[in-house]
Each structure stands twice: as structure tokens, then as C-alpha cells.
């Protein structure tokens, strides 16, 4: 399937949702033809990089999604990329171009449990997650944030457990990691969704495959943002260790 050609979309409003988050919500003619029902999809925005022969592009997830427009949610952080100086700068009728959107990675909701892991670059994915669960879903959803005053309100089934660390370092692999082994292990099969930093993703993901021996079908997880690198560079770092996992596990 061909990918959808970019469209320029463009800011309808800017809301603060807690000091290190920000909502861009975006709308304009050019989301006439947006599929509906994109929540926790993935989107490209697409920034003009003079010198250079071709766009910067950072990824970002569609958190809540309207008739006429979708929010996104940007982590404010200092120094600030591209995409977050952008949404801190952005005001009513600036435009984006906007790619996408890409595929929906979300929980089996056939499982008996759920364990949902994500850092504040996860938390728009995670709370879509959350959101969709039947409401006789248990499990836990394990959420790193940078301060206290970045805990929010999230929907979520009752016997689901929110567990929030506030870590102002970021990027600490055994942060998550610590705290998913605190938990005590559900009977039954379980659908796994985590998303974080490189190194806590890949410790993460040790502990699911060779710990808890955790079946391939019932993990997603990915890293969102590698400490010190840029999404380009993370981006290669990311492929080749994929590559490398799924060689090893074959």
C-alpha cells in the first residue's frame, strides 16, 4: 500500500497539560481527507532544513482525535529539538507538514492481563492503550515522568494499577526495569506494550524474553529516543538492533 502523501495541516490551538507537556492541536482544509480513528497512530512532522537536501522529519503520536482536527503531545525539555521548539513557538494558523499516518501498535485486548510500560515520550501511546482496554481489563501500567506536577489524570479500567516514578535524569535503563520487577506476575497469558529510551528498552526487553520468557506474539515494544542522539542517529541504532535481536533469536 502506497504511503499517504504529506499534508499540510495547521495549529488550532496550544494547551499546556502539565510543565514538561504541551498539546499542539492541529486542523486545517488539509485534514479534509485524514483517516478517522487514528488515535496512538504515528505521524511525521516535517520541518524544512536549510542546506540540506532533505527535510528533518521527528515522529510523534496522535493522541486524542476529533471530527475536524487530533491533538499531539510534546515533551518540553531543554535543549529543546526541533519539534518541541516548534510546538513551544506555535500559534493559531501556523502550518506543519504533516506525513502519515503510520500503522496503530496497541495491546491484545483477547489477553488475560495487560502490562503497559512507557516513559513521558510514551505516555500519549500509553494512555490511548489505556483507554481502549475493556473495562473488566487487569494489569498494571508502569509510567516515568520528569516531576511529580507531570502526573495526570488518565481513563483506565479499574483493575488496571497505575504505578507512576518520577525521574528527573531520564534516560536511566533501570528505572522502568526496577519497578516492572517489583510487580507480581498475573496468571495467564498477557499483552505487553512498552515504549521508552533505548537502553531501558533493551532492558526491558531482556527481562520479558529471557526472564519472563514472554511469547513473541504478546510483546511490543520499541524505543522512542536514544539518550545523546538525534532521531536520525537513533533511528540507525534502532534497525540494526533489531536486526541483531531477531538474528539471534531465530
Known amino acids: 500500500?502506497?504511503?499517504?502523501?504529506p499534508r499540510t495541516l495547521?495549529?488550532?490551538a496550544s494547551t499546556?497539560?502539565?510543565?514538561?507537556m504541551l498539546r499542539i492541536t492541529l486542523g486545517g482544509a488539509g485534514i479534509d481527507h485524514f483517516p478517522a480513528e487514528q488515535e496512538s497512530a504515528y505521524i511525521k512532522l516535517i520541518f524544512e532544513h536549510p542546506g540540506e537536501e532533505r527535510p528533518l522529519m521527528r515522529t510523534y503520536t496522535v493522541r486524542k482525535q476529533r471530527e475536524n482536527e487530533f491533538d499531539v503531545d510534546f515533551v518540553l525539555h531543554e535543549p529543546a529539538g526541533p519539534a518541541a521548539q516548534w510546538a513551544k513557538n506555535a500559534r493559531p494558523g501556523d502550518p506543519i507538514l504533516i506525513g502519515g499516518p503510520g500503522?496503530?501498535?496497541?495491546v491484545d485486548n483477547s489477553a488475560d492481563w495487560f502490562l503497559i510500560v512507557g516513559d513521558m515520550t510514551a505516555l500519549p501511546a500509553v494512555s490511548v492503550n489505556l483507554e481502549q482496554l475493556p473495562d473488566d481489563a487487569k494489569g498494571y501500567a508502569v509510567i516515568e515522568v520528569?516531576?511529580?506536577r507531570d502526573i495526570q489524570p488518565l481513563d483506565h479500567p479499574a483493575g488496571v494499577e497505575l504505578h507512576w516514578l518520577v525521574n528527573p535524569h531520564p534516560g536511566q535503563a533501570s528505572v522502568l526495569l526496577d519497578r516492572v520487577r517489583a510487580l507480581e506476575w498475573l496468571p495467564g497469558r498477557p499483552s505487553i506494550w512498552a515504549a521508552?529510551?533505548?537502553s531501558g528498552m533493551r532492558a526491558l526487553r531482556q527481562h520479558f524474553k529471557e526472564e519472563r520468557q514472554v511469547e513473541r506474539r504478546d510483546l511490543y515494544?520499541?524505543?522512542y529516543w536514544k539518550l545523546g542522539s538525534s532521531e536520525d542517529q537513533h533511528k540507525r541504532v534502532k534497525s540494526e538492533d533489531t536486526a541483531a535481536f531477531e538474528a539471534q533469536s531465530s
Not at 16 to 20: Q, S, Y
Not at 103 to 106: I, T
Request: glycine share 0%; with cysteine; proline share 15%.
Open 1 to 5: 500500500m502506497a504511503r499517504p502523501a
Open 10 to 12: 495547521n495549529v488550532v
Open 16 to 20: 499546556p497539560v502539565t510543565p514538561h
Open 103 to 106: 500503522p496503530k501498535k496497541l
Open 146 to 148: 520528569l516531576d511529580e
Open 196 to 198: 521508552c529510551e533505548f
Open 221 to 223: 515494544i520499541s524505543s
